[in-house]
């Protein structure tokens, strides 16, 4: 039996209040002002029980995915159907995302994108 539970993913970054609101958006989920500051927000899911969380860092400097460089430490894998995979990515474009790479159809399709502070994250397509 494990010991620790899963809390919540934490991402840095140089505004967490509009960060936040990004993923909020995206996800539909909403965020948690009871454990938000101006140094750390939270957003959480319908249910209460998934969360993700972002904390302030002023002197951030974003992954360069795919370049080893600053690699890219971390990223969000977010599933979609494929019937909703372009309406999705035309609603994380428009709330501030950047594509960087379609998979073109490979074993496993997927979509990378960074989020506005840089972060990169996948749609990722599945049957549901």
Do not use: N
């Not at 010991?3 to 970054?13: H, N, R």
């Not at 140094?39 to 992954?63: C, I, M, Y």
């Not at 309406?87 to 073109?104: C, F, H, I, P, T």
Request: net charge negative; charged share 25%.
């Amino acid at each position: 039996m494990a010991i620790p539970t899963m809390g919540v993913v934490v991402l840095d970054c140089p505004d967490t209040g509009s960060l936040a609101d990004f993923y909020a958006r995206m996800l539909g989920w909403k965020v948690d002002e009871s454990r938000s500051d101006s140094t750390w927000t939270e957003v959480v899911d319908e249910s209460g029980r998934r969360r993700l969380a972002f904390q302030e860092a002023p002197g951030l400097v974003p992954p360069e995915w795919p370049s080893g460089e600053h690699s890219q430490q971390l990223h969000l894998d977010l599933d979609v159907s494929p019937a909703r995979i372009d309406e999705a990515e035309r609603e994380v474009l428009a709330l501030g995302a950047r594509l960087l790479q379609d998979d073109g159809g490979g074993a496993r399709d997927f979509r990378v994108y960074l989020d506005p502070a840089g972060h990169p994250f996948c749609l990722c397509l599945v049957d549901r």
